[in-house]
T-cell receptor, first 116, second 116 residues
Framework: GAVVSQHPSWVICKSGTSVKIECRSLDFQATTMFWYRQFPKQSLMLMATSNEGSKATYEQGVEKDKFLINHASLTLSTLTVTSAHPEDSSFYIC????????????FGPGTRLTVT | AQKITQTQPGMFVQEKEAVTLDCTYDTSDQSYGLFWYKQPSSGEMIFLIYQGSYDEQNATEGRYSLNFQKARKSANLVISASQLGDSAMYFCAMIVRDNYGQNFVFGPGTRLSVLP
């Protein structure tokens, strides 16, 4: 089946620094990748949608300059949290879709970010 | 706007019994898809079952079945013969098809605990 990986699985960083999270589709080409954020005991909230080679589409309320998304290839999307603050601590999950006509999204295992 | 409601924050079920997790949705679109995902404590999102808005028959996948009542806008998940490993968070989600296949919305989730 389709596999999506995320790296790192967990990261601790100091306030003010930037951290990059990678999302890779391992055995398929992902035309679209999605980034979600999940706070403890809450549901997943879509942050942005990225299509390969084009700018990401951000959901309302998500700061584009703070959460930089790059979808440089059909198998890789990155989320960079810039100038991280403790309130950015969360579980970040990516998902990937193989084709525009497909309904199914394959989720990565998630990245737990802790900002101290 | 699309919205998913899960009215049961937590549910308990005895091992080997069946359990129904409620999900209602709100959308004005005619074409949409409904999903159920399982999220164990590890955080990964596990796809369980899918129901298309035009599917006439209820979806089934092993011990999982989806009780789709389109007129009532409900898509309840039924788990038969519960197992201890079924203890997890369960999310109902909806995707509305447009040119980009976006609007993937998650409900708040239901925490299922299976008792031995």
């Amino acid at each position: 089946g389709a596999v999506v990986s995320q790296h790192p699985s967990w990261v601790i960083c100091k306030s003010g620094t930037s951290v990059k999270i990678e999302c890779r589709s391992l055995d398929f080409q992902a035309t679209t990748m999605f980034w979600y954020r999940q706070f403890p005991k809450q549901s997943l909230m879509l942050m942005a949608t990225s299509n390969e080679g084009s700018k990401a589409t951000y959901e309302q309320g998500v700061e584009k300059d703070k959460f930089l998304i790059n979808h440089a290839s059909l198998t890789l999307s990155t989320l960079t949290v810039t100038s991280a603050h403790p309130e950015d601590s969360s579980f970040y999950i990516c998902s990937a879709r193989e084709a525009a006509s497909s309904y199914e999204q394959y989720f990565g295992p998630g990245t737990r970010l802790t900002v101290t | 706007a699309q919205k998913i409601t899960q009215t049961q924050p937590g549910m308990f079920v005895q091992e080997k019994e069946a359990v129904t997790l409620d999900c209602t949705y709100d959308t004005s679109d005619q074409s949409y898809g409904l999903f159920w995902y399982k999220q164990p404590s590890s955080g990964e999102m596990i796809f369980l079952i899918y129901q298309g808005s035009y599917d006439e028959q209820n979806a089934t996948e092993g011990r999982y079945s989806l009780n789709f009542q389109k007129a009532r806008k409900s898509a309840n998940l039924v788990i038969s013969a519960s197992q201890l490993g079924d203890s997890a968070m369960y999310f109902c989600a909806m995707i509305v098809r447009d040119n980009y296949g976006q609007n993937f919305v998650f409900g708040p989730g239901t925490r299922l605990s299976v008792l031995p």
